[in-house]
C-alpha cells in the first residue's frame, strides 16, 4: 500500500497542467525529431535518475543545508504553482481558478496523511482518462523515424524535464521518511518512471497523429470529450496542492514563526499567484520551465555529489 501510495503522489506532483495538455510535453521533445520510443526511454531513465536523489535528498537534508536554497526553491515553487493556477484561469475562468485555489488551501491543511489519500484517489482517476484519450493511438501506425542525431539533445531534454517534474519530491520525500522505508520510495520511483515513460510516449503519439502540436492545450484539441477537460482540471489541481505544500514547509523552514500562521501564509502565496497567473499559461510555460528544469537537475546533482564526498572522506582510516 505504501508503494502505491507515494507512486501517486509522486505522479501527481508530475501530471500538471502542462503534462495534462500536452503543451509541456511539446515544448521539450516536440522539435527534436527522434523516434518517439527514444524519446520515452530517455524520459523513463532521466525521471527514475532525479527521483532517487530526491529520496536521497529528501532523507539526509540535504536539500536545507543552506538557508539561501530555501528562498531558491521557494521561488522555483512559486513559478510553478503560478502556471498551474494560470492553466485553471485559461480553461475554467477567473472564477474556476479561486476555487482551485481555495480547494488547494484546504487540502494542503489537512496534513500529509490526508493529503496523500486525495491524491491517491484523484490522480487514479487521472491516470484511467489519459490513458483512455490517448490509448487509441496505439493501433495507429506512424511513419518511421530513424534520425537519431539529436540523441545527445535528447538526453539533455529529457534530464531537464526531469528536473522540472522532480523539483517538489524532496520536500514530499522528508515528509514521507518517517512513514516509509527506503525501499518503499524507490519502488515507488521506479514504478512512477515507468507509467511517466508510457504516458509520454501515449500523449505524443497522439498529438502527432492529430496534428495538434500548434495548439494551445494540445490534448484538448486531440479531445474534446468533456472527461478531459475534467482530467486536465485535476490534474493541475493536484500540481497546485502539491506546489503550495512544498512552498509552507520551504517557507516554514526559512521563517520559523510562521509555523503558527499557515493560514495566512497560504492566503498571501495563493493572493500573488493569482495575480502573477495573469501573465499567461503559455508564457510560463515556454519560459519558466526550462528554467526550472536547469536548476534543479544541477541541484539535485551537486547535492548527491556532495554527500558522496563527505561521506568518504569523512569515513575513519582503517588498519
Not at 506532483?13 to 503543451?23: D, E, K, N, V, Y
Not at 509555523?259 to 502573477?276: D, N
Not at 503559455?282 to 526550472?292: A, D, E
Request: glycine content about 8%.
Amino acid at each position: 500500500m505504501g508503494v502505491l501510495t507515494m507512486t501517486m503522489l509522486f505522479i501527481g506532483t508530475i501530471i500538471g497542467a502542462g503534462f495534462a495538455t500536452g503543451a509541456e510535453i511539446v515544448t521539450f521533445f516536440g522539435g527534436l525529431g527522434l523516434p518517439l520510443w527514444l524519446i520515452a526511454l530517455l524520459v523513463g531513465v532521466a525521471m527514475f535518475a532525479l527521483i532517487a536523489l530526491s529520496i536521497h535528498c529528501g532523507y539526509t537534508g540535504t536539500h536545507r543545508q543552506h538557508p539561501l536554497l530555501n528562498y531558491a526553491f521557494i521561488g522555483l515553487y512559486f513559478i510553478m504553482f503560478t502556471a498551474m493556477t494560470a492553466g485553471v484561469t485559461q480553461l475554467a475562468g477567473v472564477g474556476g481558478s479561486l476555487l482551485s485555489l481555495i480547494v488547494a488551501g484546504m487540502v494542503v491543511c489537512f496534513g500529509f496523511e490526508r493529503l496523500t489519500r486525495f491524491n491517491t484517489l484523484v490522480v487514479i482517476s487521472i491516470i484511467i482518462v489519459l490513458f483512455g484519450v490517448c490509448f487509441r493511438s496505439l493501433v495507429i501506425p506512424l511513419d518511421p523515424i530513424t534520425t537519431y542525431h539529436a540523441i545527445p539533445q535528447g538526453i539533455l531534454w529529457a534530464t531537464l524535464y526531469a528536473g522540472l517534474n522532480c523539483m517538489m519530491l524532496p520536500e514530499l520525500v522528508a515528509a514521507a521518511a518517517p512513514r516509509y522505508r527506503k525501499r518503499t520510495l524507490y519502488t515507488a520511483g521506479l514504478v512512477t518512471a515507468v507509467i511517466i515513460a508510457v504516458l509520454v510516449y501515449l500523449i505524443l503519439k497522439t498529438i502527432v497523429i492529430t496534428d495538434t502540436a500548434d495548439a494551445a492545450l494540445p490534448l484538448l484539441a486531440c479531445s474534446h470529450h468533456p472527461a478531459t477537460f475534467i482530467v486536465i482540471l485535476l490534474a493541475m489541481l493536484t500540481s497546485q496542492y502539491a506546489a503550495l505544500f512544498a512552498i509552507v514547509q520551504k517557507v516554514q523552514i526559512a521563517l520559523p514563526k510562521t509555523k503558527q500562521k499557515t493560514r495566512t501564509v497560504l492566503l498571501g502565496i495563493s493572493g500573488l499567484a493569482f495575480i502573477a497567473s495573469f501573465c499567461g499559461f503559455n508564457h510560463i510555460v515556454q519560459w519558466g520551465y526550462p528554467l526550472i528544469g536547469v536548476l534543479v537537475s544541477c541541484f539535485l546533482f551537486f547535492s548527491w555529489l556532495l554527500a558522496w564526498w563527505r561521506r568518504v572522506f569523512r569515513q575513519p582510516v582503517r588498519h
